[in-house]
């Protein structure tokens, strides 16, 4: 009977944790960034590991790029011609994106960063079913100590 309950909460922590790290937890983000000389708006953006990330490229001036070093992913923009990528940043860091089209003078300094956080809400709820898992061992010990 004690093998049996060990076994039962050992296998509902796995199961907590492996369904906490499935993508269905990750969050899609959306970043709408605006290409002007020399300069990306936002140019920095944040997200988690994990997160399905959305850019949405608006050139308001002339014809703009962006290439995301760490991804090797690429886009465009003219003037009322949008571009756009989408991704899985599955890797923690910050990366530099940057103009890819040759914009002008100054294009070689039009770059922003992409920071990609540790995906918190996994370790989160990863801590609170470790909590709550050796909780109800130390219950179960109390209560067989008491019952035995």
């Not at 944790?17 to 000389?37: D, T, V, Y």
């Not at 923009?77 to 890797?91: C, E, Q, R, V």
């Not at 300094?109 to 995906?119: A, D, E, I, R, W």
Request: aromatic fraction near 14%; include cysteine; charged fraction near 20%.
């Amino acid at each position: 009977m004690k093998n049996i309950r060990a076994i039962s909460i050992f296998s509902f922590i796995v199961y907590s944790l492996w369904l906490m790290a499935s993508p269905a937890q990750a969050a899609e983000k959306f970043f709408e960034i605006k290409a002007k000389k020399f300069s990306y708006t936002p140019n920095i953006i944040t997200v988690n590991r994990g997160d399905t990330v959305k850019i949405r490229l608006l050139s308001e001036d002339v014809h703009h790029g962006f290439f995301l070093d760490g991804y090797g992913i690429k886009t465009s923009a003219h003037p009322g011609m949008d571009g756009s990528l989408k991704f899985i940043a599955d890797k923690p860091g910050r990366y530099t994106f940057r103009c890819s089209v040759t914009c002008g003078e100054f294009h070689p300094y039009m770059v922003g960063y992409l920071v990609v956080g540790p995906n918190s809400r996994f370790w989160l709820f990863a801590a609170i079913v470790l909590v709550i898992g050796i909780g109800s061992i130390i219950t179960l010990n109390r209560v067989k100590k008491t019952n035995g």
